[in-house]
């Protein structure tokens, strides 16, 4: 396959990713001009990079409100599992 095949190839792939992601995360991404870079630097952002990580992202996606619970409370909790996630 020839270089333009390649970076056409490229920018479809690069389209695809960014129409893919909320615009809150296209912003880190803009700087990047291949879809290798803008993958890279999602998994940069993202990936789980441990085991505590992986047990907060775990409670933080599992997290429901329970009927005896207040609001309050599980503000609070999801507040503190966010800040948990955030300092990692």
Same mark, same amino acid.
């Given at each position: 396959?020839?270089?333009?095949?390649?970076?056409?190839?490229?920018?479809?792939?690069?389209?695809?990713?960014?129409? /893919?992601?909320?615009?809150?995360?296209?912003?880190?991404?803009?700087?990047?001009? /291949?879809?290798?870079? !803008?993958?890279?630097?999602?998994?940069?952002?993202?990936?789980?990079?441990?085991?505590?990580?992986?047990?907060?992202?775990?409670?933080?996606? /599992?997290?429901?409100?329970?009927?005896?619970?207040?609001?309050?409370? !599980?503000?609070?909790?999801?507040?503190?599992?966010?800040?948990?996630?955030?300092?990692?």
């Amino acid at each position: 396959m020839d270089n333009k095949k390649w970076e056409e190839l490229d920018r479809r792939d690069s389209s695809a990713i960014c129409m /893919s992601l909320a615009k809150y995360i296209i912003a880190n991404v803009l700087g990047t001009l /291949s879809s290798k870079k !803008h993958w890279e630097k999602l998994v940069g952002l993202y990936q789980t990079k441990g085991i505590s990580n992986r047990f907060l992202n775990e409670q933080f996606h /599992s997290l429901h409100i329970d009927k005896n619970t207040k609001v309050f409370g !599980h503000l609070s909790t999801l507040n503190d599992i966010a800040f948990e996630l955030e300092t990692i």
